[in-house]
């Protein structure tokens, strides 16, 4: 069996759980590479795909938590959801070079926390 064989049949048999935690860690990984390059000095593509990568993640779960049939508590989906529209207006503060990555990191791995 091959490598990608074996990643694709792992990936089919986790849980939304599992997906979210591991989506959380692959774009957290990115955010910190970026904030490393970016406190070098480097603004380049890089560090923006990362920030629109984590963007993008918290987008698709705002979309999700609005659902009728998501099965979170009702609280629990309206603190997600200010989360969510907090990530996106922090990530454009720091495009305008007002805010750091620290922020967005620790967030993410607060979710990572509650996901596992």
Same mark, same amino acid.
């Given at each position: 069996?091959?490598?990608?064989?074996?990643?694709?049949?792992?990936?089919?048999?986790?849980?939304?759980?599992?997906?979210?935690?591991?989506?959380?860690?692959?774009?957290?990984?990115?955010?910190?590479?970026?904030?490393?390059?970016?406190?070098? +000095?480097?603004?380049?593509?890089?560090? @923006?795909?990362?920030? =629109? *990568?984590?963007?993008?993640?918290?987008?698709?779960?705002?979309?999700?938590?609005?659902?009728?049939?998501?099965?979170?508590?009702?609280?629990?989906?309206?603190?997600?959801?200010?989360?969510?529209?907090?990530?996106?207006?922090?990530?454009?503060?720091?495009?305008? +070079?007002?805010?750091?990555?620290?922020? @967005?990191?620790?967030? =993410? *791995?607060?979710?990572?926390?509650?996901?596992?």
């Amino acid at each position: 069996m091959s490598v990608n064989a074996y990643l694709n049949n792992q990936r089919a048999a986790e849980t939304s759980r599992q997906t979210e935690y591991r989506l959380f860690a692959e774009i957290t990984r990115e955010l910190i590479k970026a904030k490393e390059r970016h406190e070098k +000095g480097e603004m380049d593509s890089f560090v @923006l795909s990362a920030i =629109n *990568r984590n963007v993008e993640l918290w987008n698709v779960l705002m979309i999700d938590l609005v659902q009728p049939e998501n099965q979170l508590p009702e609280a629990l989906r309206a603190q997600l959801v200010s989360i969510a529209l907090w990530v996106d207006r922090h990530s454009i503060a720091f495009r305008h +070079g007002k805010a750091t990555m620290d922020a @967005l990191i620790e967030v =993410n *791995r607060s979710i990572m926390g509650g996901l596992q």
